[in-house]
């Protein structure tokens, strides 16, 4: 094995090395299911009932003798296959892109710095920064490392964290297992520690990859609302048998023809089937995942797009998410007086000793920004002096806890045994550490007020020394010096004002929860307009408070300063008590809980770690604020196209099915439509309802409207009954116009083709008028959807072809017409709207909710 462990190291590969690389050994990646060929589409179509339907009643045409009618419904089978597979290409062309994107998250050294890349892309001989809470993404040996352990129970079953030495350039790669081994595996997970590993082995040569064992995959979930449309269409689907069978026997008793009664009877389920509803499930929550995607938002999990609609908190970090992250040291305090580094002063020698020390405190090649601005500033303003000591040996690192929140740093300096410890931290634990007392607490405390009152984030820095050669189990144990306060700002995020703005209109609250100073909590809170910005819980406060107590307070808070990640989940079980969607945000491993117990757990993709990521419902890919936002409006948007897809399904549907079954019940009436004209329908029905509507526009109030009750049903009584009254509209305009031409003395063929020319107008001119709750027919006529040209423009030139071709005119059993009675048809078929555009009309006049 030959490792290269000099300081050319540092540098990485260049990206065209890692480029060549993967075009040589192919993607750091598993193999996962395949892609269904066309054999095994053509198959998920023989099991569809459609296809069975249509299959029943082509068989019955060639019985009866019809042998045209029977190969044309046929041939449709290849028809409703194309636009399957279509369908199908598209939904996994988004599930590939998300499937990407889900892959686990590597920070590698390329062209000598840091970048953060999907782990598929992580190439033998990348440099990887390891970090608590990261899933290392290829085997490789470890370099440097500082405490770090590793939790390989995926390889080895055995669940206790292993320790992990730097590689001695002698030992050989072993098996997983083992403490002090200087190897980590892919799919193992750091839980402590940090650490930078060479790749040596990617994808199946991993010893996750020799036994073949998949990590990543996007799998198919049940969600509440596809258990809500399968017992609905069970529901259907019972009423349009017991329908089917009456018809077969009415028709048959009444005109004593047992084939055709047969047929007749088909052709009623092929109306009734809502086979659509479970394509249209499909495709939104495909196509939706991958629209959030292309919004800098990764869904993990289905679910999540139907729960955004429906948030009414989201609890937000500050830093990196309400802030730009880019953290830079603004002040310092001394213990006696401030210093501003924006001022054009020199940099005064009294407080050289809070870099010295701050940069001790920090990591060699740290991930924190805050650690990054401190030693950016440490050595420009250090530079050429004895403070900065590159030469020092580092013997152990006391970590940051959740009950002391300071992290120390053990040194030995070059040619003396005694030992230099520089700790950093928030202040009152700095306090704590120094073993101040009061007097000298409260005057330190009137400084970190004094730069809080500033925005600023403010950290304590110590020190101590000590001559025994064995080293205290905690920090308490030495005896530190206060060494001074360091002030750090972030700026907030352009657009974090106005994206809070739009969640209050939207009806959402908005809370930050921050490991800040309650002072620079609350500051910040009033920059980007938090509501009741002025009064905070601390998480000491939040320590001792009973559950009740929260519940109580919480609905008027909207500030929590100082609270240590395990508090995140007490805030989020109170705001779920009193009845709260709750949007949460983390990043670290200690927030994995209160991600999961979340309505809606979001992890940061940037600075998250992976352990956080597994347990969300969404990865912010920007931990950008104003990108949930963005979220919450895609799903809002998601939300209301889905339900007006299902509006159009059910109020199409009526129309046909009526046709289909009221001439049965007079015996002297001729029949309206076959199986070729219901195949004809589901032609435009199909990418109707999965493509418009999945492409359409938001709506104009879609974030200035309160979010949607959780518990209601998605498409409940009350939706059904309007959609249901849309198609009723239809059957009575297609109903008259068969009246009156039989009135008039048409043929049976001739009242045949106006009845199918105004149900076609009709259906066009509901897939138009649903295409907008809140918009009129003229606006959305305005509207652009690219979509709609392509379906609205098929359906006239097929129905053009079957009215102007002998040949289709004959199979759809039509007679040809002049072109007066079909625009007059056709114009009947577009007032079908009227109602539906006056309810809309009065219902957005008298600003009620249209469903």
């Known amino acids: 094995m030959n490792v290269n462990t000099q300081p050319g190291m540092s540098l990485g590969l260049s990206e065209t090395q890692a480029q060549a690389k993967i075009a040589r050994e192919g993607f750091n990646e598993l193999p996962s299911s395949k892609p269904r060929n066309l054999f095994a589409i053509a198959l998920g179509v023989v099991r569809e009932p459609m296809f069975l339907l249509l ?157 073949g064992k998949a990590l990543e995959s996007v799998m198919p979930e049940d969600t509440k609302l596809k258990r809500e449309m399968g017992s609905l269409i069970k529901k259907l689907a019972l009423i349009g048998i017991f329908l089917c069978l009456l018809v077969i026997a009415v028709y048959t008793i009444s005109r004593g023809d047992l084939l055709k009664g047969f047929l007749a009877g088909l052709t009623l389920a092929m109306a009734m089937l809502p086979e659509e509803f479970p394509v249209v499930l499909a495709v939104f929550m495909a196509l939706g995942a991958w629209r959030m995607s292309k919004q800098r938002v990764l869904t993990r999990r289905p679910a999540a797009i139907e729960t955004l609609g429906s948030a009414t908190v989201l609890c937000s970090d500050k830093t990196g998410t309400l802030t730009q992250n880019k953290m830079t040291v603004a002040w310092l305090y001394n213990g006696s007086e401030f210093f501003s580094l924006a001022d054009d002063k020199s940099f005064p020698g009294n407080f050289h000793e809070i870099f010295e020390y701050g940069m001790l405190s920090s990591q060699t090649n740290p991930f924190d920004p805050m650690e990054k601005a401190i030693l950016k500033m440490s050595e420009l303003h250090l530079n050429g002096t004895d403070h900065i000591h590159t030469d020092w040996e580092m013997l152990k690192e006391y970590p940051l806890s959740k009950d002391l929140l300071a992290m120390s740093r053990v040194f030995r300096q070059t040619g003396k045994d005694e030992k230099t410890i520089a700790a950093k931290g928030a202040p009152e634990a700095i306090f704590d550490l120094c073993h101040l007392d009061e007097q000298q607490q409260r005057e330190l405390a009137s400084a970190v007020e004094h730069l809080a009152e500033k925005g600023l984030r403010v950290l304590g820095v110590g020190k101590a020394r000590i001559e025994s050669s064995d080293l205290p189990d905690i920090q308490h144990d030495f005896d530190f010096e206060f060494v001074g306060l360091i002030g750090l700002s972030d700026p907030i995020r352009p657009n974090v004002s106005e994206a809070v703005a739009e969640c209050h209109r939207a009806g959402i609250r908005v809370i930050m929860i921050t490991g800040d100073y309650p002072i620079t909590a609350m500051n910040i809170a009033k920059e980007i307009g938090l509501q009741n910005h002025e009064v905070c819980i601390t998480g000491q406060e939040l320590q001792v408070m009973s559950e009740t107590e929260l519940c109580e307070k919480i609905q008027h808070i909207n500030v929590f300063a100082r609270v240590v990640p395990e508090q995140k989940l007490k805030i989020v079980n109170a705001l779920k008590k009193n009845n709260e969607i709750v949007a949460m945000t983390g990043d670290g491993v200690n927030d994995a809980p209160a991600l999961k117990a979340a309505n809606i757990g979001i992890a940061m993709g940037e600075k998250g770690t992976d352990v956080a990521r597994e347990a969300s419902s969404l990865v912010l890919m920007d931990d950008n604020f104003a990108s949930i936002v963005g979220a919450v409006r895609m799903g809002r948007r998601i939300f209301d196209n889905l339900q007006k897809a299902l509006g159009y399904i059910f109020a199409i549907h009526v129309p046909i099915a009526g046709l289909s079954l009221i001439p049965i019940f007079f015996a002297d009436l001729p029949l309206i439509l076959w199986p070729v004209h219901i195949v004809f329908m589901e032609l435009i029905i199909d990418p109707a309802c999965s493509i418009i509507f999945e492409a359409e526009k938001e709506e104009a109030n879609v974030m200035s409207r309160p979010p949607a009750k959780f518990d209601e049903p998605f498409f409940g009584g009350r939706k059904i009954l309007l959609s249901c009254l849309q198609g009723v509209g239809v059957l009575i305009i297609v109903m008259a116009i068969y009246g009156l031409g039989l009135s008039q003395g048409y043929s049976e063929k001739e009242v045949r083709t106006f009845c199918f020319i105004t149900l076609i107008s009709s259906n066009i001119a509901v897939i138009l008028s649903n295409r907008s709750w809140t918009r009129n027919i003229f606006q959305i006529l305005n509207t652009p959807n690219p979509t709609v040209k392509w379906v609205v423009g098929g359906a006239i030139l097929f129905l053009a072809l079957v009215l102007n071709i002998p040949f289709l005119t004959g199979i759809f059993l039509f007679e040809k017409v002049d072109l007066l009675e079909i625009s007059i048809c056709a114009a009947a078929g577009l007032l079908s709207i009227t109602g539906f555009e006056i309810f809309k009309l009065v219902a957005n006049r008298s600003k009620r909710e249209l469903w």
């Open 55 to 211: 299959v029943a009643c082509g068989t019955l045409y060639l019985i009866l003798g019809d042998l045209q009618e029977g190969v044309m419904l046929l041939g449709f089978v290849f028809v409703i296959m194309g636009i399957e597979l279509y369908q199908e290409k598209k939904t996994e062309k988004a599930l590939d892109a998300l499937k990407d994107l889900a892959s686990p998250r590597a920070l590698v050294i390329r062209d000598g710095s840091e970048k953060r890349i999907a782990g598929r892309e992580v190439v033998t001989d990348d440099i990887i920064i390891l970090q608590e809470g990261d899933r290392v993404p290829a085997d490789a040996t470890v370099l440097t490392s500082v405490n770090l352990l590793a939790d390989e129970s995926l390889l080895t079953g055995e669940s206790v964290p292993v320790r992990k030495n730097e590689w001695d350039s002698h030992l050989e790669k072993t098996h997983p297992g083992g403490d002090d081994l200087p190897f980590v595996y892919s799919g193992s997970l750091i839980v402590q520690g940090n650490g930078m590993a060479k790749v040596t082995a990617t994808g199946m040569n991993t010893e996750i990859g020799r036994i």
